[in-house]
């Protein structure tokens, strides 16, 4: 230590000017996506049809992020020509973006001008009991026209998603959803040309309107209703223009209320998965779909590469979530490429990532058993989604200490998949042999495939309260599948309490 100051000092002036530019060379290399760090390789305007509009921050705290939100009917433009009174945050499809960077406060003044009671529930983000937005467990509902705040520090980085949690498939379906990308300033994937594609759909009749959300009865609840036209970014195929081979990291968040998407770019496209629910996954890996069940996301990179001039198509392709799901059914086309008249780009191939990422210590983990149900009343003849054959209105909470780890086996005895949402923490998804899956990854939803069995290992910190799961087929959860774990002490401490 003493030895590199005496032999500054005697390099003088110099030594400090190489100093300041070796420091600014490192800065830059460390630099995230979409910083100086790294350099757009997209013709002008590539994302217009697809850019999101941001929610503007009011606050000049830079570690404060302080915004209004409104919920209201507003007209929006699916396509030309298409329009529709749908339910919005401000007025768009989807909602304002929220960003931030990891560790911010973030506050949503949110007031509520639909005809109907609605919360925020911010989906995937591991806070406060208070702030989770779900009537009967966690706030009141904000009437009409009555106001309520949002107020939390943003924990995790990674891309996130809201919604509300009142009438949720209604409310979701009619079109209040948005996306919320926490960024971490300290991570160096170095794709400048970043896109957050929110992936959705409505039901709308022909003349603009809104079909009713009860639309079908029974079996509609039972298949979990899709709705007729889908949407990336609120627009019906929109278009990217793109110079072939470029690199792009896409964020995807599937926020449709029952649909899921299977990505497809077409013949030697793969899309190289990075990150997953809860930010990056342990390291990288390549695959040639991309499956995401309702609530779930995930952070890729891709090079969609054809000829310059021509056009190419991200579509989603048909998935077998059960009964009825792909028989006279075809692949959805959501993304236009256009690819432009540049010679095509021969640069370095895509970056491999990594995180360090330490799998659950699992042994001593309390084992809980949970059956996905669908069961009739035998009074009156009514089917109800359930977890072990109850729907959540006569639901029990599974009971957990604060920092209790613990594994579900969750099987589904329906002949529906269902995408199981844990509310305010993150879990590892296990495999037949009941060790992690790899790559790691922080999940908080998964698929549980019909007739199938999954694994998951959670460990409850030390928020408490009383945190509810379901099926993000929001059907399905207005139809029963929903119960909750109310995390409190541990058992023998509130002996303890009791003895003191
Ligand atoms: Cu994304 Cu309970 O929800
Ligand atoms: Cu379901």
Redesign the pocket.
């Known amino acids: 230590m003493r030895r590199r100051c005496h032999g500054e000092s005697r390099l003088g002036p110099a030594w400090t000017t190489v100093r300041a530019v070796l420091t600014a060379l490192v800065a830059a290399a460390t630099m995230g996506p979409g910083a100086a760090g790294a350099q757009s390789l997209q013709p002008a305007g590539w994302d217009a049809d697809l850019r999101l509009a941001e929610a503007v921050d009011r606050n000049p705290d830079p570690d404060v992020v302080e915004v209004d939100f409104e919920a209201r009917v507003a007209k929006v433009e699916l396509a030309p020509g298409l329009q529709v009174d749908a339910w919005t945050y401000n007025g768009t499809i989807p909602g304002p973006m929220i960003r931030v960077k990891v560790g911010d406060r973030l506050i949503v003044h949110f007031t509520n001008n639909l005809p109907r009671p609605s919360t925020i ?1 911010w ?2 983000l591991r806070i406060p009991i208070g702030m989770d937005g ?1 009537p009967g467990y966690s706030q009141d509902p904000v009437q009409p026209g009555e106001t309520f705040t949002y107020d939390f520090v943003v924990p995790d980085a990674g891309i996130y ?1 809201y ?1 509300p ?1 009142v009438m ?1 498939a209604a409310q979701v379906g009619f079109g209040l959803y948005g996306a919320f990308l926490v960024e971490d300033p300290a991570e160096t994937v170095g794709i400048a040309d970043d896109l957050v594609l929110v992936l959705s759909d409505i039901d709308v009749t022909e003349d603009g309107k809104l079909l009713p959300a009860d639309t079908g009865g029974t079996v509609g609840m039972l298949f979990g209703r899709e709705g007729n036209q889908v949407l990336v970014n609120g627009r019906r195929l929109p278009e990217l223009v793109v110079r072939s081979g470029a690199p792009q990291r896409w964020r995807l968040v599937n926020a449709a209320k029952s649909r899921y998407f299977k990505l497809d770019l077409g013949e030697g496209n793969v899309f190289r998965k990075i990150g997953g629910d809860g930010g990056l996954t342990e390291y990288s890996e390549d695959h040639d779909f991309i499956v995401l069940g309702a ?1 779930e996301r995930a952070d890729v990179l891709v090079t969609p590469t054809g000829d310059p001039g021509g056009e190419g198509l991200v579509r989603s392709l048909l998935h077998d979530r059960g009964y009825g799901s792909i028989f006279g059914r075809d692949f959805e086309s959501l993304v236009t490429i256009r690819f432009a008249d540049d010679p095509p780009y021969e640069g370095d191939p895509l970056p491999r990532t990594s995180r360090a990422m330490e799998p659950y210590e699992l042994d001593g983990a309390t084992e809980i058993d949970l059956e996905l149900t669908l069961q009739e009343d035998p009074h009156d003849q009514t089917f109800a989604y359930g977890i072990n054959h109850v729907p959540f209105w006569k639901a029990q909470p599974i009971l957990a200490g604060l920092g209790e780890t613990q594994v579900w086996t969750v099987t589904n005895s329906t002949a529906w998949s269902h995408p199981l ?1 844990l ?1 305010g923490f993150f879990f590892m998804v296990l495999d037949d042999a009941g060790d992690p899956v790899r790559p790691l990854e922080w999940k908080d ?1 998964v698929d549980i495939p019909h007739e199938r069995t999954v694994r998951l290992a959670v460990r409850f910190d030390e928020r408490p309260g009383t945190w ?1 799961f ?1 099926c ?1 087929i929001l059907d399905h ?1 207005d139809g029963g599948l929903l119960s909750a774990v109310h995390l409190d002490l541990p058992p023998e401490d509130f002996r303890n309490l009791a003895e003191h």
């Open positions: 529930h989906h995937g779900v998603w919604h949690h949720s609530g949402h509310h939803t509810i379901h993000h959860a």
